[in-house]
């Protein structure tokens, strides 16, 4: 089965400060995914990210693509207690196929 | 507009029941997407209708099956249910592939 692993599993910071999330894989992806999911919801879309190193910002949350389209990185800026939930990458091969990775699951402490 | 429909919320049935959970995707999405979610493995793909064909599936057993009506609404069905089908069951649907799924707020299976 092919995986996509994230590291770290677990994180818990305090408000304010910084943090980087990373997916990585052996594969090579047409695009990558990152979600976000609260307790009790399913994942909510965060980006999509298409072109190796390509970088999106989405506020305070900066997206990066690997140049060889194999990982990519989530990092938060001063992080808000809004901020906690479980982050997901899902890497998506050819038209059809979704591989979601391992999970982040990030607490931001006020 | 209304997001992705998954009824119901919560369901507790015994083992060897057999149980179906519905899935209404966005209006306008013709790909409606199933996943298993549980803290050991994650999310797993179940399966993916696309114009009420299966045009992709998992490594799920035989037991778990699904089908998508001319409406694009969704339907799974577990039979003969274990102990180890407890999980947050999501139904994600999409434009097509490759556009980013939009999920629903799952139903949560619990086995006894």
């Known amino acids: 089965t092919q995986l996509l692993e994230q590291s770290p599993q677990f994180l818990s910071i305090q408000e304010g400060e910084n943090l980087t999330v990373y997916c990585n894989s052996s594969?090579?992806?047409?695009?990558l995914q990152w979600y976000r999911q609260e307790p009790g919801e399913g994942p909510v879309l965060l980006v999509t990210?298409?072109?190796?190193?390509e970088v999106k910002k989405l506020k305070r949350l900066t997206f990066q693509f690997g140049d060889a389209r194999k990982d990519s990185s989530l990092h938060i800026t001063a992080a808000q207690p809004g901020d906690t939930g479980l982050y997901l990458c899902?890497?998506?091969?050819?038209?059809?196929?979704?591989?979601f990775g391992t999970g982040t699951r990030l607490k931001v402490l006020a | 507009k209304a997001g992705v429909t998954q009824t119901p919320r919560y369901l507790i049935k015994t083992r060897g029941q057999q149980v179906t959970l519905s899935c209404s995707p966005i209006s306008g999405h013709r790909s409606v997407s199933w996943y298993q979610q549980t803290p050991g493995q994650g999310l797993q793909f179940l399966f993916e209708?696309?114009?009420?064909?299966?045009?992709n599936k998992g490594n799920f057993p035989g037991r778990f099956s699904g089908r998508q009506f001319s409406n694009s609404r969704s339907e799974m069905n577990v039979s003969t249910l274990e102990l180890g089908d407890s999980a947050l069951y999501l139904c994600?649907?999409?434009?097509?592939?490759?556009?980013?799924?939009?999920f629903g707020s799952g139903t949560r299976l619990t086995v006894v």
């Open positions: 994600a649907s999409s434009l097509d592939l490759g556009y980013g799924y939009t």
């Open positions: 899902a890497g998506v091969k050819g038209t059809y196929k979704y591989i």
């Open positions: 594969s090579v992806f047409s695009s």
């Open positions: 990210v298409v072109t190796g190193g």
């Open positions: 209708y696309f114009s009420e064909t299966q045009r």
